[in-house]
Antibody, heavy 120, light 106 residues
């Protein structure tokens, strides 16, 4: 059974960089796409982007200038960096596996989420 | 950008059928996926590819998609079905979620 676990600081200061890591266990990071999705308190889900194990990426246009994703295959991990954060970036951040079948992708495994608060 | 529209809330009597809609321009031409999120928990995939149930999801959950509306149907609603439900599609390489619908079982 594939499991994902987010880790990283729960508090980030405004204008600084948010950094999170997702550790995948129970399966290899190879041959899949991996995504980050966030959810501000009391609000809906927002897709941030995905990264392929090969390193190719796609980001939501509204965050593209501030987002970087990377993969560390040796540790079976992938990461998110979001620069110049503001209070609007306060959210629960989820990592998820983007699974492909029959011409489409969906998120079949999710981490439990980690709450990141942006505050001085 | 591509927008998905869901009702903020839907109520259903215990044991009855709930229908949650997801509207989008020609959404019938896209694959729609549905996620259930209970309070304090991560989302769970309940319907993929318009109408397919992942392993472990009860047969009470079904989906359809045509024209400008996709629908998640929950038959014989149970108290445990109370949750937020999100539809999701891909617009080119960009993931798009609907705003979410809160299902209340009365």
């Amino acid at each position: 059974q594939v499991q994902l676990q987010e880790s990283g600081p729960g508090l980030v200061k405004p204008s600084e960089t948010l950094s999170l890591t997702c550790t995948v266990s129970g399966g290899s990071i190879s041959n899949f796409y991996w995504s980050w999705i966030r959810q501000p308190p009391g609000k809906g889900l927002e897709w941030i982007g995905y990264i392929h194990y090969s390193g190719s990426t796609s980001y939501i246009p509204s965050l593209k200038s501030r987002v970087t994703m990377s993969v560390d295959m040796s540790k079976n991990q992938f990461s998110l960096r979001l620069s110049s954060v503001t209070a609007a970036d306060t959210a629960m951040y989820y990592c998820a596996r983007r699974y492909y079948t029959s011409g489409t992708y969906f998120f079949d495994y999710w981490g439990q989420g980690t709450l990141v608060t942006v505050s001085s | 950008s591509y927008d998905l529209t869901q009702p903020l809330s839907v109520s259903v009597a215990l044991g009855q059928t709930a229908r949650i809609t997801c509207g989008g321009d020609s959404i019938g031409s896209k694959n729609v996926h549905w996620y259930q999120q209970k309070p304090g928990q991560a989302p769970v995939l309940v319907i993929c590819r318009d109408s397919h149930r992942p392993s472990g999801i009860p047969e009470r959950f079904s989906g359809s998609n045509s024209g400008n509306t996709a629908t998640l149907t929950i038959s014989r609603a149970q108290a445990g079905d109370e949750a937020d439900y999100y539809c999701q599609v891909w617009d080119s390489s960009t993931g798009v979620f609907g705003g979410g619908t809160k299902l209340t079982v009365l």
